[in-house]
């Protein structure tokens, strides 16, 4: 079972980039994300045998004690880099408390043997993959043209354990456990 933790966005953000999307994805020919699987990922967990489920449930439970985080979603960029981009996304601004629950459900995980991130955390939500070269410079004007990229800020009150099952049109999210941030 392949397997992540994210955020949910806000009504507000979410229609704001599936509004962005939908001005996009008339430019060019890549592997768009369908609106309804847009989220923050905190920690890619990868493939688990099922029988681990209950355990990575319970290690993650104790993380929804703190406060909700604020999620500003701003700027768009490519990945690794503008000249040769396999990923466009929206960035997420960093802050402390989102840095923190990262940094702790990397910690609390790989107590379970799951792999330790080694790259720096870089918040963003990936708008399209890019898998063989296609002119972007229509992308490029048509994101040059708008008159923001500020998308929107909501408080995460909460993470979410998700399932991702790949399908003939992309993977399909299923939301496995859901983790509400209350500080007690």
């Not at 768009?32 to 923050?40: D, I, Q, S, V």
């Amino acid at each position: 079972m392949r397997l992540f933790t994210g955020i949910d966005l806000s009504e507000e953000v979410a229609a704001n980039l599936t509004r962005l999307l939908e001005l996009l994805r008339p430019t060019a020919h890549l592997k768009w994300t369908p609106p309804y699987n847009l989220h923050l990922t905190t920690k890619f967990i990868g493939e688990r045998p099922e029988s681990e489920i209950a355990q990575i449930i319970e290690t993650l439970r104790p993380l929804g004690r703190r406060e909700p985080v604020p999620i500003s979603v701003e700027g768009i960029g490519w990945f690794p880099n503008p000249h040769r981009p396999r990923v466009l996304w929206a960035g997420v601004k960093p802050v402390p408390l989102l840095e923190q629950l990262v940094a702790d459900s990397d910690e609390a995980l790989g107590h379970l043997g799951i792999s330790r991130e080694t790259k720096k955390f870089s918040p963003h939500l990936t708008l399209a993959r890019i898998k063989d070269a296609v002119p972007l410079a229509p992308v490029r004007q048509t994101i040059a043209k708008l008159e923001t990229v500020d998308f929107g800020s909501f408080m995460a009150d909460g993470f979410n354990l998700y399932l991702s099952t790949p399908g003939p049109s992309g993977s399909i999210y299923t939301r496995l456990a859901e983790f509400p941030m209350i500080l007690e």
